[in-house]
């Protein structure tokens, strides 16, 4: 069962490498270099720090990507071990990645740690829909690029989401203890 879910996983990734387009290289390249080390989600979260309406969705974010990135690059990355797929695929990767394990994708874990508290966190609704369309970008830019098997990215996406959730559920723990004099940061 195993083996037939990674030869589909593997063939998925093939097909998705067969429509990569010359004009979208460099800018999808450019996209998920932007996720390295969550630096894009880490910066857009200390500037929402600058800011009073956007402070909580921040360091909410902050904190479920430092969740995130226990889980997959600490923990799960270790554990599952799993290569990269241009060590077994005939493709060429659109970046350089230096991490040997694909499993989970941690980009894709910090986009949505960080873009599912932002949904929830933000003060205006289209904020929220940019952050989860950011996010889903960030995972659908690692396949492009060839570093990363789909299941790599859907699991990355279901850390980062549950990450996020976590956070956001002790978030709301605490404020109920706190009481309505303490509801905002």
Known sequence: MLEILQYMDGELLLAIQGLRLEWLDPLVSLYTTLGNGGIL?????????????????GVLALLAMLLGLLCTNVVLKHLVARPRPWLSLPIVPLVVENDPNSFPSGHTCAAFAAGMIWVRALPRRWMGRLAAGMAVAMGLSRLY??????????????VGSLCAWAVWKLYR???ERAGPARMEP
């Open 41 to 57: 989600w880490i910066a857009l979260s200390l500037a929402m720090l600058c800011y009073r309406p956007t402070r909580k969705a």
């Open 145 to 158: 690029v060839g570093v990363h098997y789909p299941l790599d990215v859907l699991a990355g996406a279901l």
């Open 173 to 175: 723990a605490r404020e």
